[in-house]
Protein backbone atom coordinates (compact mmCIF):
# COMPACT_ATOMS: atom_id res chain seq x y z
CA UNK A 1 0.00 0.00 0.00
CA UNK A 2 2.67 2.59 0.94
CA UNK A 3 4.52 1.73 -2.22
CA UNK A 4 1.53 2.52 -4.00
CA UNK A 5 1.25 6.00 -2.54
CA UNK A 6 5.15 6.21 -3.24
CA UNK A 7 4.98 5.71 -7.44
CA UNK A 8 2.04 7.94 -7.01
CA UNK A 9 3.49 11.10 -5.40
CA UNK A 10 6.20 10.17 -7.68
CA UNK A 11 3.87 10.40 -10.86
CA UNK A 12 2.49 13.46 -9.30
CA UNK A 13 6.13 15.45 -8.84
CA UNK A 14 7.03 13.92 -12.27
CA UNK A 15 4.25 16.69 -14.00
CA UNK A 16 5.10 19.45 -11.65
CA UNK A 17 9.10 18.58 -12.92
CA UNK A 18 8.29 18.99 -16.51
CA UNK A 19 6.20 22.33 -18.21
CA UNK A 20 3.59 20.35 -19.83
CA UNK A 21 1.52 19.73 -16.39
CA UNK A 22 1.86 24.03 -16.23
CA UNK A 23 0.73 24.37 -20.26
CA UNK A 24 -1.92 21.74 -19.81
CA UNK A 25 -3.12 23.64 -16.30
CA UNK A 26 -3.10 27.14 -17.44
CA UNK A 27 -4.67 26.63 -20.72
CA UNK A 28 -7.14 23.88 -19.32
CA UNK A 29 -8.44 26.59 -16.92
CA UNK A 30 -8.29 29.19 -18.88
CA UNK A 31 -10.53 27.47 -21.43
CA UNK A 32 -12.93 26.39 -18.67
CA UNK A 33 -13.30 30.10 -17.47
CA UNK A 34 -13.97 31.12 -20.65
CA UNK A 35 -16.74 28.62 -20.89
CA UNK A 36 -17.87 29.23 -17.91
CA UNK A 37 -18.43 33.08 -18.80
CA UNK A 38 -19.97 32.62 -22.24
CA UNK A 39 -22.31 29.66 -20.80
CA UNK A 40 -23.71 31.72 -17.69
CA UNK A 41 -24.02 34.62 -19.86
CA UNK A 42 -25.94 33.33 -22.53
CA UNK A 43 -28.36 31.09 -20.20
CA UNK A 44 -29.04 33.21 -17.15
CA UNK A 45 -29.14 30.07 -14.80
CA UNK A 46 -27.54 28.76 -11.97
CA UNK A 47 -26.30 25.14 -13.21
CA UNK A 48 -23.02 24.03 -14.06
CA UNK A 49 -24.46 21.64 -16.08
CA UNK A 50 -23.62 23.15 -19.61
CA UNK A 51 -20.08 23.89 -18.46
CA UNK A 52 -19.49 20.19 -17.53
CA UNK A 53 -20.59 19.45 -21.12
CA UNK A 54 -17.69 21.52 -22.23
CA UNK A 55 -15.38 20.38 -19.46
CA UNK A 56 -16.02 16.28 -20.55
CA UNK A 57 -15.37 17.21 -24.35
CA UNK A 58 -12.25 18.57 -23.64
CA UNK A 59 -11.30 16.06 -21.42
CA UNK A 60 -11.20 13.57 -24.75
CA UNK A 61 -8.05 15.64 -26.07
CA UNK A 62 -6.52 16.69 -22.62
CA UNK A 63 -6.81 13.30 -21.22
CA UNK A 64 -4.17 11.66 -23.34
CA UNK A 65 -1.61 14.47 -22.89
CA UNK A 66 -1.36 13.42 -19.81
CA UNK A 67 -1.22 9.89 -20.01
CA UNK A 68 1.07 9.29 -22.74
CA UNK A 69 3.94 9.39 -20.92
CA UNK A 70 3.39 7.27 -18.04
CA UNK A 71 4.94 3.61 -19.23
CA UNK A 72 6.08 4.74 -22.91
CA UNK A 73 8.53 7.32 -20.95
CA UNK A 74 9.76 4.55 -18.35
CA UNK A 75 9.88 1.92 -21.26
CA UNK A 76 12.29 4.40 -23.47
CA UNK A 77 14.58 5.65 -20.78
CA UNK A 78 15.14 2.08 -19.18
CA UNK A 79 13.73 2.92 -15.85
CA UNK A 80 11.02 0.25 -16.59
CA UNK A 81 13.73 -2.26 -16.11
CA UNK A 82 14.13 -0.70 -12.66
CA UNK A 83 10.57 -0.38 -11.55
CA UNK A 84 10.41 -4.15 -12.34
CA UNK A 85 13.37 -5.59 -11.01
CA UNK A 86 12.49 -4.20 -7.55
CA UNK A 87 9.98 -6.47 -5.11
CA UNK A 88 7.12 -4.48 -6.54
CA UNK A 89 3.89 -6.20 -7.88
CA UNK A 90 3.02 -5.58 -11.08
CA UNK A 91 -0.51 -4.63 -9.43
CA UNK A 92 1.11 -1.86 -7.21
CA UNK A 93 3.22 -0.13 -10.10
CA UNK A 94 -0.31 0.00 -12.34
CA UNK A 95 -2.65 1.45 -9.51
CA UNK A 96 0.43 3.67 -7.87
CA UNK A 97 0.63 5.09 -11.40
CA UNK A 98 -2.99 5.06 -12.20
CA UNK A 99 -3.65 6.99 -8.74
CA UNK A 100 -0.74 9.52 -9.21
CA UNK A 101 -2.34 10.75 -12.46
CA UNK A 102 -5.58 10.25 -11.22
CA UNK A 103 -4.73 12.95 -8.54
CA UNK A 104 -3.63 15.60 -11.21
CA UNK A 105 -6.61 15.31 -13.05
CA UNK A 106 -8.32 15.97 -10.10
CA UNK A 107 -6.34 18.97 -9.40
CA UNK A 108 -8.23 20.40 -12.73
CA UNK A 109 -11.71 19.44 -11.65
CA UNK A 110 -10.93 20.96 -8.15
CA UNK A 111 -9.95 24.18 -9.87
CA UNK A 112 -13.27 24.22 -11.37
CA UNK A 113 -15.39 24.29 -7.90
CA UNK A 114 -14.80 27.98 -7.67
CA UNK A 115 -17.47 27.71 -10.35
CA UNK A 116 -20.07 26.56 -8.13
CA UNK A 117 -19.01 28.83 -5.34
CA UNK A 118 -19.92 31.72 -7.81
CA UNK A 119 -23.32 30.25 -8.63
CA UNK A 120 -23.73 28.98 -5.00
CA UNK A 121 -23.29 33.23 -4.39
CA UNK A 122 -25.01 34.39 -6.88
CA UNK A 123 -28.22 31.86 -7.07
CA UNK A 124 -29.77 29.22 -5.99
CA UNK A 125 -28.34 25.49 -7.81
CA UNK A 126 -29.65 22.51 -7.53
CA UNK A 127 -26.79 20.77 -5.03
CA UNK A 128 -27.31 17.43 -5.38
CA UNK A 129 -27.77 18.27 -9.28
CA UNK A 130 -24.34 19.71 -9.37
CA UNK A 131 -22.25 17.27 -6.88
CA UNK A 132 -23.67 14.03 -9.64
CA UNK A 133 -22.54 16.61 -11.99
CA UNK A 134 -19.17 16.22 -10.64
CA UNK A 135 -19.41 12.90 -10.02
CA UNK A 136 -19.90 11.98 -13.75
CA UNK A 137 -17.17 14.45 -14.57
CA UNK A 138 -14.71 12.48 -12.69
CA UNK A 139 -15.88 8.76 -13.15
CA UNK A 140 -15.22 10.34 -17.03
CA UNK A 141 -11.83 11.41 -16.65
CA UNK A 142 -11.20 8.61 -14.41
CA UNK A 143 -12.34 6.12 -17.26
CA UNK A 144 -10.19 8.27 -19.76
CA UNK A 145 -7.35 8.28 -17.85
CA UNK A 146 -7.46 4.77 -17.37
CA UNK A 147 -7.74 4.12 -21.09
CA UNK A 148 -4.71 6.62 -21.19
CA UNK A 149 -2.64 4.30 -18.89
CA UNK A 150 -3.56 1.43 -21.05
CA UNK A 151 -2.07 2.88 -24.48
CA UNK A 152 0.97 3.84 -22.59
CA UNK A 153 1.69 0.72 -21.32
CA UNK A 154 1.78 -0.92 -25.19
CA UNK A 155 4.57 1.54 -27.13
CA UNK A 156 7.88 3.26 -26.28
CA UNK A 157 6.71 5.91 -28.15
CA UNK A 158 4.71 8.40 -26.29
CA UNK A 159 3.05 9.85 -30.15
CA UNK A 160 1.58 6.51 -30.77
CA UNK A 161 0.33 5.82 -26.63
CA UNK A 162 -1.72 9.65 -27.38
CA UNK A 163 -3.09 8.80 -30.55
CA UNK A 164 -4.22 5.68 -29.93
CA UNK A 165 -5.76 7.31 -26.79
CA UNK A 166 -7.34 9.89 -29.11
CA UNK A 167 -8.91 7.28 -31.58
CA UNK A 168 -10.57 5.60 -28.50
CA UNK A 169 -11.61 8.32 -27.03
CA UNK A 170 -13.12 10.11 -30.00
CA UNK A 171 -14.90 6.33 -30.65
CA UNK A 172 -16.06 6.60 -27.39
CA UNK A 173 -17.17 10.36 -27.36
CA UNK A 174 -18.99 10.30 -30.39
CA UNK A 175 -20.63 7.24 -31.14
CA UNK A 176 -23.91 7.90 -30.45
CA UNK A 177 -23.54 10.02 -33.45
CA UNK A 178 -22.89 6.89 -35.46
CA UNK A 179 -26.08 5.63 -34.59
CA UNK A 180 -28.23 6.61 -37.71
CA UNK A 181 -25.81 4.86 -39.92
CA UNK A 182 -25.80 1.39 -38.10
CA UNK A 183 -28.49 -1.54 -38.63
CA UNK A 184 -31.34 -1.51 -35.37
CA UNK A 185 -29.80 -5.00 -33.66
CA UNK A 186 -26.46 -2.43 -33.25
CA UNK A 187 -28.31 0.36 -31.77
CA UNK A 188 -28.57 -0.88 -28.33
CA UNK A 189 -24.89 -1.61 -28.06
CA UNK A 190 -23.60 1.59 -29.58
CA UNK A 191 -26.03 3.33 -27.35
CA UNK A 192 -24.39 1.31 -24.60
CA UNK A 193 -20.78 2.16 -25.46
CA UNK A 194 -21.46 5.70 -26.09
CA UNK A 195 -20.26 7.48 -22.80
CA UNK A 196 -22.37 10.52 -23.21
CA UNK A 197 -24.98 8.42 -22.67
CA UNK A 198 -23.76 7.78 -19.29
CA UNK A 199 -22.53 10.71 -18.42
CA UNK A 200 -25.37 12.85 -19.62
CA UNK A 201 -27.83 10.86 -16.97
CA UNK A 202 -25.32 12.38 -14.24
CA UNK A 203 -24.77 15.82 -15.79
CA UNK A 204 -28.31 15.89 -15.37
CA UNK A 205 -28.64 14.96 -11.85
CA UNK A 206 -29.71 11.62 -13.07
CA UNK A 207 -27.76 8.73 -10.22
CA UNK A 208 -28.27 5.16 -12.31
CA UNK A 209 -26.55 2.07 -11.33
CA UNK A 210 -25.73 0.73 -15.22
CA UNK A 211 -23.90 4.26 -15.93
CA UNK A 212 -21.47 3.77 -12.58
CA UNK A 213 -20.95 0.22 -13.64
CA UNK A 214 -20.54 1.03 -17.18
CA UNK A 215 -17.62 3.47 -15.99
CA UNK A 216 -16.23 1.39 -13.10
CA UNK A 217 -16.17 -1.67 -15.52
CA UNK A 218 -14.35 0.17 -18.05
CA UNK A 219 -11.72 1.55 -16.19
CA UNK A 220 -11.25 -1.76 -14.40
CA UNK A 221 -10.81 -3.01 -17.56
CA UNK A 222 -8.16 -0.77 -18.79
CA UNK A 223 -6.55 -1.15 -15.46
CA UNK A 224 -6.64 -4.81 -16.10
CA UNK A 225 -5.44 -5.50 -19.53
CA UNK A 226 -2.56 -2.60 -18.84
CA UNK A 227 -1.26 -4.84 -16.05
CA UNK A 228 -1.55 -7.63 -18.57
CA UNK A 229 0.82 -5.96 -21.02
CA UNK A 230 3.21 -4.49 -18.87
CA UNK A 231 3.47 -7.98 -17.97
CA UNK A 232 4.18 -9.15 -21.46
CA UNK A 233 8.10 -9.16 -22.21
CA UNK A 234 6.91 -8.93 -25.59
CA UNK A 235 6.20 -5.08 -25.29
CA UNK A 236 8.97 -3.79 -22.96
CA UNK B 1 23.12 -19.31 -4.31
CA UNK B 2 22.49 -19.35 -8.25
CA UNK B 3 21.25 -22.31 -9.85
CA UNK B 4 20.77 -22.80 -13.73
CA UNK B 5 20.02 -25.60 -14.92
CA UNK B 6 19.77 -25.61 -19.19
CA UNK B 7 18.09 -22.63 -19.84
CA UNK B 8 16.99 -21.44 -23.16
CA UNK B 9 15.88 -18.42 -24.27
CA UNK B 10 14.53 -17.62 -27.36
CA UNK B 11 13.61 -14.46 -28.84
CA UNK B 12 11.13 -15.16 -31.87
CA UNK B 13 13.19 -18.02 -33.68
CA UNK B 14 16.42 -16.22 -32.81
CA UNK B 15 17.89 -18.37 -29.83
CA UNK B 16 19.33 -15.61 -27.25
CA UNK B 17 20.85 -18.68 -25.15
CA UNK B 18 21.24 -22.35 -25.78
CA UNK B 19 20.74 -24.95 -23.22
CA UNK B 20 23.32 -22.68 -20.46
CA UNK B 21 23.66 -24.33 -17.25
CA UNK B 22 25.98 -23.00 -13.95
CA UNK B 23 25.86 -22.94 -10.47
CA UNK B 24 27.37 -19.99 -8.65
CA UNK B 25 28.38 -19.89 -4.71
CA UNK B 26 27.46 -17.84 -1.99
CA UNK B 27 30.44 -15.18 -1.71
CA UNK B 28 32.06 -15.79 -5.23
CA UNK B 29 32.50 -13.16 -7.35
CA UNK B 30 31.70 -14.13 -11.36
CA UNK B 31 32.81 -12.25 -14.45
CA UNK B 32 30.63 -12.69 -17.34
CA UNK B 33 33.01 -12.28 -20.61
CA UNK B 34 31.15 -12.58 -24.32
CA UNK B 35 31.20 -10.08 -27.82
CA UNK B 36 28.50 -7.99 -27.84
CA UNK B 37 25.04 -9.77 -28.94
CA UNK B 38 26.63 -13.03 -27.06
CA UNK B 39 23.47 -13.53 -24.34
CA UNK B 40 25.24 -11.40 -21.45
CA UNK B 41 22.58 -8.95 -20.62
CA UNK B 42 19.94 -11.74 -21.62
CA UNK B 43 21.07 -13.81 -19.15
CA UNK B 44 21.28 -10.79 -16.85
CA UNK B 45 17.78 -10.22 -17.17
CA UNK B 46 16.69 -13.64 -16.77
CA UNK B 47 18.49 -13.84 -13.18
CA UNK B 48 16.69 -10.35 -12.26
CA UNK B 49 13.11 -11.75 -13.43
CA UNK B 50 12.86 -9.28 -15.98
CA UNK B 51 12.81 -11.89 -18.90
CA UNK B 52 11.36 -14.90 -18.72
CA UNK B 53 13.01 -18.32 -19.49
CA UNK B 54 11.83 -19.91 -22.82
CA UNK B 55 12.50 -23.16 -21.26
CA UNK B 56 15.05 -24.42 -17.96
CA UNK B 57 15.26 -23.82 -13.98
CA UNK B 58 16.73 -20.85 -12.75
CA UNK B 59 16.62 -20.08 -9.21
CA UNK B 60 18.45 -17.48 -7.24
CA UNK B 61 18.87 -17.55 -3.18
CA UNK B 62 16.27 -20.95 -3.52
CA UNK B 63 13.59 -18.97 -5.37
CA UNK B 64 12.58 -20.12 -8.59
CA UNK B 65 12.58 -17.03 -11.33
CA UNK B 66 9.15 -17.93 -12.74
CA UNK B 67 7.03 -19.06 -9.75
CA UNK B 68 8.90 -16.36 -7.03
CA UNK B 69 9.88 -14.15 -8.76
CA UNK B 70 8.80 -11.35 -5.79
CA UNK B 71 11.25 -13.07 -3.35
CA UNK B 72 14.03 -13.24 -5.28
CA UNK B 73 14.29 -9.74 -6.22
CA UNK B 74 14.11 -8.73 -2.70
CA UNK B 75 17.59 -10.45 -2.65
CA UNK B 76 18.93 -8.92 -6.13
CA UNK B 77 20.63 -5.43 -6.68
CA UNK B 78 20.72 -5.10 -10.22
CA UNK B 79 22.52 -2.08 -12.42
CA UNK B 80 21.40 -2.50 -16.28
CA UNK B 81 23.62 -1.54 -19.01
CA UNK B 82 21.67 1.91 -18.98
CA UNK B 83 21.62 3.41 -15.74
CA UNK B 84 17.71 3.42 -14.98
CA UNK B 85 17.50 6.56 -13.46
CA UNK B 86 14.65 9.52 -13.42
CA UNK B 87 16.40 12.41 -14.65
CA UNK B 88 14.14 15.01 -13.40
CA UNK B 89 14.72 13.68 -9.63
CA UNK B 90 17.75 14.65 -7.51
CA UNK B 91 20.13 11.98 -6.72
CA UNK B 92 18.51 11.62 -3.21
CA UNK B 93 14.67 11.61 -3.72
CA UNK B 94 15.82 9.12 -6.71
CA UNK B 95 17.51 6.45 -4.04
CA UNK B 96 14.60 7.42 -1.67
CA UNK B 97 12.32 5.90 -4.05
CA UNK B 98 14.28 3.18 -4.41
CA UNK B 99 14.81 2.15 -0.95
CA UNK B 100 10.71 2.37 -0.81
CA UNK B 101 10.06 0.26 -3.65
CA UNK B 102 12.68 -2.41 -2.02
CA UNK B 103 11.03 -2.68 1.46
CA UNK B 104 13.43 -0.63 3.28
CA UNK B 105 11.55 0.46 6.21
CA UNK B 106 11.14 3.68 6.70
CA UNK B 107 13.30 4.30 9.92
CA UNK B 108 16.32 2.80 8.31
CA UNK B 109 15.53 4.42 4.63
CA UNK B 110 18.10 7.75 5.75
CA UNK B 111 20.58 5.36 7.11
CA UNK B 112 20.76 3.30 3.85
CA UNK B 113 20.36 6.21 1.96
CA UNK B 114 23.43 8.25 3.74
CA UNK B 115 25.62 4.94 3.67
CA UNK B 116 25.03 4.37 -0.43
CA UNK B 117 25.84 8.08 -0.89
CA UNK B 118 29.21 7.61 1.05
CA UNK B 119 30.32 4.37 -0.98
CA UNK B 120 29.51 5.34 -4.17
CA UNK B 121 30.76 8.88 -2.80
CA UNK B 122 28.14 11.24 -3.97
CA UNK B 123 27.69 12.83 -1.22
CA UNK B 124 27.92 16.39 -3.45
CA UNK B 125 25.80 15.75 -5.40
CA UNK B 126 22.81 14.17 -3.30
CA UNK B 127 20.59 17.56 -3.90
CA UNK B 128 21.16 17.83 -7.73
CA UNK B 129 19.35 16.64 -10.26
CA UNK B 130 20.19 13.75 -11.84
CA UNK B 131 19.67 15.21 -15.16
CA UNK B 132 22.49 17.60 -15.03
CA UNK B 133 25.19 14.95 -13.93
CA UNK B 134 27.68 13.57 -15.56
CA UNK B 135 28.41 9.76 -16.80
CA UNK B 136 30.20 8.52 -14.25
CA UNK B 137 28.00 10.22 -11.54
CA UNK B 138 25.17 8.70 -13.06
CA UNK B 139 26.76 5.68 -13.11
CA UNK B 140 27.44 5.49 -9.52
CA UNK B 141 23.79 6.34 -8.79
CA UNK B 142 22.78 3.22 -10.58
CA UNK B 143 25.21 1.39 -8.38
CA UNK B 144 24.00 3.10 -5.52
CA UNK B 145 20.49 1.96 -6.05
CA UNK B 146 21.86 -1.40 -6.84
CA UNK B 147 23.39 -1.86 -3.47
CA UNK B 148 20.93 0.04 -1.28
CA UNK B 149 18.64 -2.97 0.45
CA UNK B 150 22.11 -4.99 0.86
CA UNK B 151 20.85 -7.57 -1.91
CA UNK B 152 22.50 -10.67 -1.41
CA UNK B 153 23.37 -10.82 -4.67
CA UNK B 154 24.53 -7.85 -7.08
CA UNK B 155 24.04 -8.28 -11.10
CA UNK B 156 26.18 -5.74 -12.72
CA UNK B 157 25.75 -4.97 -16.55
CA UNK B 158 28.90 -3.13 -17.47
CA UNK B 159 29.25 -1.24 -14.64
CA UNK B 160 32.54 0.98 -15.66
CA UNK B 161 30.79 1.58 -18.73
CA UNK B 162 31.57 5.19 -19.59
CA UNK B 163 33.81 6.37 -16.22
CA UNK B 164 36.76 7.92 -16.78
CA UNK B 165 39.91 5.98 -15.32
CA UNK B 166 40.01 7.45 -11.49
CA UNK B 167 36.24 6.34 -11.22
CA UNK B 168 37.00 2.49 -12.62
CA UNK B 169 39.23 2.00 -10.06
CA UNK B 170 36.97 3.65 -7.48
CA UNK B 171 33.61 1.29 -8.75
CA UNK B 172 36.20 -1.63 -8.54
CA UNK B 173 37.08 -0.84 -4.95
CA UNK B 174 34.14 -0.90 -4.34
CA UNK B 175 32.97 -4.28 -5.71
CA UNK B 176 36.00 -5.61 -4.22
CA UNK B 177 35.10 -4.23 -0.61
CA UNK B 178 31.53 -6.08 -1.07
CA UNK B 179 33.96 -9.67 -1.37
CA UNK B 180 32.69 -12.53 0.95
CA UNK B 181 29.30 -10.62 2.00
CA UNK B 182 27.79 -10.40 -1.64
CA UNK B 183 28.04 -12.50 -4.91
CA UNK B 184 28.50 -10.23 -7.61
CA UNK B 185 27.80 -11.42 -10.96
CA UNK B 186 29.20 -8.28 -13.33
CA UNK B 187 29.94 -8.02 -16.84
CA UNK B 188 32.12 -6.10 -19.45
CA UNK B 189 34.13 -5.96 -22.50
CA UNK B 190 37.35 -4.84 -20.44
CA UNK B 191 39.51 -8.21 -19.64
CA UNK B 192 42.22 -6.43 -17.43
CA UNK B 193 39.01 -5.95 -15.29
CA UNK B 194 37.97 -9.30 -15.14
CA UNK B 195 41.37 -10.09 -14.07
CA UNK B 196 41.31 -8.07 -11.39
CA UNK B 197 37.92 -8.43 -9.50
CA UNK B 198 36.35 -11.59 -10.63
CA UNK B 199 37.34 -15.24 -9.17
CA UNK B 200 35.69 -17.09 -11.49
CA UNK B 201 34.87 -16.44 -15.40
CA UNK B 202 32.09 -17.35 -17.56
CA UNK B 203 32.95 -17.04 -21.48
CA UNK B 204 29.53 -17.03 -23.39
CA UNK B 205 29.50 -17.32 -27.19
CA UNK B 206 26.50 -17.11 -29.42
CA UNK B 207 23.74 -18.13 -25.90
CA UNK B 208 26.34 -21.05 -25.00
CA UNK B 209 28.77 -20.84 -22.22
CA UNK B 210 32.18 -22.13 -23.59
CA UNK B 211 34.37 -21.71 -20.82
CA UNK B 212 33.17 -21.57 -16.87
CA UNK B 213 36.53 -21.59 -14.59
CA UNK B 214 38.11 -20.53 -12.44
CA UNK B 215 41.20 -17.63 -13.80
CA UNK B 216 43.85 -19.28 -13.13
CA UNK B 217 42.72 -22.70 -13.97
CA UNK B 218 41.35 -21.43 -16.98
CA UNK B 219 44.87 -20.02 -18.50
CA UNK B 220 46.35 -23.66 -17.50
CA UNK B 221 43.69 -25.49 -19.16
CA UNK B 222 43.76 -23.34 -22.15
CA UNK B 223 47.35 -22.93 -22.17
CA UNK B 224 47.69 -19.59 -22.51
CA UNK B 225 49.47 -16.55 -20.79
CA UNK B 226 46.57 -14.34 -20.73
CA UNK B 227 43.17 -13.77 -20.33
CA UNK B 228 42.62 -11.87 -23.72
CA UNK B 229 44.14 -15.09 -25.62
CA UNK B 230 41.56 -17.45 -24.10
CA UNK B 231 38.94 -15.35 -25.13
CA UNK B 232 40.44 -14.38 -28.74
CA UNK B 233 40.86 -18.26 -28.46
CA UNK B 234 37.43 -18.89 -27.40
CA UNK B 235 35.19 -16.62 -29.44
CA UNK B 236 36.39 -16.42 -32.47
Known amino acids: ?236 | MIIVESLVKNFGSFPALRNVSFEIKKGEIVGFLGQNGAGKTTLMRILTSYLLPSSGKVTVGGYDVVRNSLALRQKIGYLPETPPLYLDMTTRDYLRFAAQLKNIPAARERLQIDKVLEECDLKDVANKTIGILSKGFKQRIGIAQAIINDPEVLILDEPTNGLDPIQILQVRKLIKNLEHKQTVILSTHILSEIQQIAQRVLIIKAGSVVADDLLPNLLKKENQTSLENVFLKLTS
Open chain 1, 1 to 236: MNKIFAIAAKELKAYFKSPIAYIVLIITISIFNLFFFMVIDENRESTLRDIFKVMEFLFVFIVPLLTMRIFAEEKSTGTMEFLMTTPTSNTVIVFGKYLGSLLFFSLIIGFSFSYYLIIEYFGHPDRAATFLGYLGLWLEGAMFIAIGLMTSSWSRNQIVSAMCTYVILIFLYFAIGFIKYVSTTLEPLIQYVGVLTHSENLTNGVLATSDIIYFVSIILFSLFITRISIENRLWR
